[in-house]
């Protein structure tokens, strides 16, 4: 890796003051796991890495009412032990738990979980986040079997690696972003992920010189739950994974189904989700929402078998979610 | 969706322009501050680096004065710098755990932290839980269990194993995977190390039951 | 000359019991140093720059920026511009530098500009192969054909695999005094220094050898590669100690593979399940040395066969010996296309096998028979079993598979001084290594058996070129090797103190033993001195004796050729492709054992680096770039503890077994895993998933494709 300036402050105004405005000339340090070996392969170079871990109000988690609000800078750890999370949210806790590394876990932050770059394997080996060879796309003809079933027309093929991204789409949380003096905006955790046009822009709305700060979860009750398809037991990437909630309530129009690393960013597919608002979920109704999320799936050419994957990721999420009680 | 252009086009502070990242720049302008250290005056958040810094690390119990450059991995000021060579290299990107030490009480990969980022913390590598005449009940464990084989992961899993059963002695089936997924072996010791884990578990158990805080 | 034989197993105090690592507490409380810990005074860091390419010319070469980059000390250029271009990752530039950090960063000042051509890394594909195929005919295949009651035709594979060892290739050189000093990462202590005159420019008796602790080898560590030599010129260079070891991604590339294969196979039986004809066509990537095809049909010569096989040019890196080389493919397609003809007759596979136990080698018929019947009693064979394809309601089906394999594993040739001390201390030295199997512990345990003394009174020196010559360990050859030159060396130097004692206690030598730390008169155990005592005797003089084994597949002490059976249950989810071990098995024999935990622990390891390729690993390149995509351990995926199920081993010993002396085990429980777990997974989801690794791509594939016709 290239040598860089390193700077720790212990105020968020500092530390945005210390990042660049444009990517590439800082990059924002949490919790390592995905920075330091983004370093490493030099598929980012920065001249400063700005430490976020000194900013002691960026960490916590504070159950409320309403909602449950986490700081960015939370260790999953934190989020894992959490008894109101694991009662209330037991998608966001099979998802970190889905992680199969403590050392991960312990180590990443819940921010650096959404703002984690893609494993893509032609981006880690030096061909630019879309994996181009001279100008042109690797992944179509090369070998795709892990990346995008959705979200796939290009020039992004790539998958969104995120654990939390999914979960946090489904049951409706909100972001908090600070930028330059201060200056704070929320988005929805369904608008904070985008798919970049070109290799220099991001998979997120963060500009350069913007901090994630806080996620906040609405507490609205619903029966929730994530279904990973992964090969190993232990420290693995998902092939496929369903993050579901909805309510029982008739009408209550909260359902939602949300696939991760399927897709550019996490895949939401309201048209499978809508078929679940208000049903009580049996075995024919969790396999006629899994036939309808993978309706508009376009598998590239080594990677069909994510379709039957994902068929069974929603079914098996929303049988789990159907078995919790009324919350 | 095109975003906005940002108001400052440089983007860096001002304080870029009298130390670190900016010297070959400012250098060139002429406005270099010959020979300032980096870590004179530096206030708590200053850039320091990109040249060597000296810090202090708590390793062992032992506070170990170093110096790194920011880029400078935990690891490798561990392996390289301190010549405490039980963390090993192996994958150096933080999914095989054989670099693993303990960080304030959880395992953590010290390939993936940055030396200068985990100053103030505690930091236990395998050296710290025991030495070949007076083995921790984990390596102990390991030795009866015939939990090595070539042995190169061994450190890793040994300090997996420790932070693992310090928070459940006595563990499940899925506190283990959970516990030691992190970490990977080549010549296949898993099933020595899951019989190691019961009988550390035992003895941590009853040397806690001996104390009379009974297991909990 | 009296033969040296192994003490009566009534009189074993060490051999046989389960007895710890001697080098355990080193291991597990990191005080072990191995290569990669070696720090040396003023020590560089020395990195290699692999090719961006795989295949093409190296256009041109500039260096100008690293060498300028402070802190580098030393580079030396290993492909000079206008050279071909044959793998990605072939080494172009190695540099040294006083920090592994400046070295990284110097890597990427350095300017490759390369000419690219297409790279060819299909293996898969039959119209690919190149060369004259070898072919061979036994008896008469069609006449075979003709009287066979049925038969089938598949495509089986097993995809290319790597060694990944955790320990990565390289070594430590250091010129000092004139002479060079070397801890190399080896599996071949005595020979690694005469590969080194060259780059040292030095004599073999000038270079030092030293290696104490290596992370793993599994046949890819037997020279030092241009890794070493190069590490040499730049501590040559650099006029300083130099640690180069390659970089995991490295390490995955060029440091070593498993060469694949795949086979078109046709074998017929009669209607009692008796094979009566096999066909076989082989290939698979041999990058750009020549194929080592697999055994085919592989443990059984049937009577009328004809086999074929030929290799296929890949840019790929080289191909190396991997723990078992081509067994484990030719265990996995053979075994693989028996037990889908078992299926289509409709026998059970267990049946199956038993009658075909006439077209093994007749050495282990009986072996086999035997280790069939254990297995299936340990995993509970008769009430699991069931036809292939499990009618159990669900998405979960469950299986059982079969397989047998073999092997060699005669000792090799080495040499071994035992000294006596006249204070009674007892050293017992050889130019061999431990590569975790227990090296030092057993020729621990064969010297103080000898000498009637407990393990501990036994200085074991191993891992110099100093020592006497031993060979490397490979083809499971080291405990066969070392137990007989050690036991050897024991007996000879306890003669002589035997001779000594006799004088003092006057009595014949012959009528004297050594036991309990004394030596005493075999007759009257009343009658004897103290060990320390009996060496006092030696007055000022040690007693070094040399004990060797010329090699060779049977001897006093030592013989060869193995069979072992495992059997896998595995619980396949039809709905992911998930692959899920419940239970494996392994019975294996090899004559006498001199430590049975590690024995055991050979084994275990074996069916986890078995479970390991059988169902995650999987070098993958592209097909484009040629670039290795997986080399890291994030997708070149090995199994991780939750993975590999209950895993039971139990060895062959007693009577029939224990006397046939010392045989390897290395490399034999390492051969059937990927073969049983792929005649589990066919019969629980009723279709063969053609090749392994068994993912869910390819056991989606197979579940909607249908399989092998039967």
Redesign the interface.
Known sequence: MNSFEYASPTDLETAIGLLGARFGETEILAGGTDLVTSLKQGIVSPKRVVSLKGIENLKGIEAGADAVQIGAMTPLVDLLENASVRKSFPSITAAIEGIGSPQIIAMGTVGGDLCQRPRCWYYRQGFGLLGQLDGESLIPQGDNRYHAIFGNSGPAYFVSASSLGPPLIALGATLEITGAKGKTRKVAAAEFFRTPKSADERENVLAANEVLTRISIPARGLANATYEVRQREGLDWPLVTASVAFSRKAGAGRASVVLGHVAPTPWNVPEAAALLDGKSANEELAARVAEAAVHSARPLSKNAYKVRLVKTAVKRAILAAAEQREG | MQRKPPDNPSGFSRREFLRGVGATSVAASGLLVAGMPDEAAAAPGDPVGPGETKITLSINGENKSVSVEPRTTLLDALRNRLDITGAKKVCDRGTCGACTVIKDGRAIYSCTALAIDVQGSKITTVEGLGTPDELSPVQAAFVHNDAQQCGFCTPGFVVACTAMLKAHPTPTAEQVRLGLGGNLCRCGTYAGIKEAIVEAGKTASISRGTGGGGAT | MTSILWPAKEQLKLIGKRI??V????????????S??I?RPGLL?GKILGA?IAAGTLKSLDTKAAEALAGVRAVHVMTEPGRPINWAGQEIVALAAD???IA??AL?LIKAEYERSPPQMDDADPQKVEGKPRTRTEGNPAEGFAQAAASVSGRYGVATITH????PHGQVSEFRDGELHVWPSTQAVSGYANQLVKPAGLESNKIHIDCQ????G?GSKFGPDAWGAVCVELAKKAGKAVKLLL??DLELMIAGNRPSAFADIKVGADKEGRVTAWESKVWGSSGVGNYGAPPLPYVFAFPNQNTESQGIRTNRGAVKAWRAPGHPQGCAITMAALEDLAAKLGMDPLEFFLKNLQFAPEALRETYREELMVAADLIDYKSKAHPRGDKTKG?IKRGLGISLHTWGGAGHASACDVTINPDGSVVASMGTQD???GTRTCLGIVVAETLGLPLEAVQVNIGKNAYPTSGGSGGSTTIGGISSSSRRAAVAALDELLKRVATELNISPDELEAADSKIRAKANPQKSMAWKDACKLLGQMAITQQGRHQGGARTELTSSGVGGVQIADVSVDV????VKMNEMVAVQDCGLIIDL??A???V??????GV?YA??EEA??????G?M??A????Y????????GK?RVHMMTGKGYDERGVIGLGEPPVISPGAAISNAVANAIGVRVSSIPL???RV??ALEKGGVRT
Do not use: H, W
Request: charged share 30%; hydrophobic share 35%; proline share 5%.
């Open positions: 710890d690592r080098d355990g507490p080193a291991k597990s409380s990191g005080a072990a140093k191995y990669l810990d720090n860091y961006s920090t592994e950090e990284t960063e990427r990944c060892c955790l320990e602790y290596m992370g793993g599994f970089d995991r998405p590569l975790g199997v709905e992911t492709g998930l935990k590690l055991e622990s050979q275990l390891g074996a069916l986890i680096m390991t169902l995650f993958i390149y592209d097909p484009q770039t670039r995509l997986n890291d351990m994030e997708f995926r090995l199994a991780t503890l939750s993975d590999v895993l993912t869910p791509d989606i594939e």
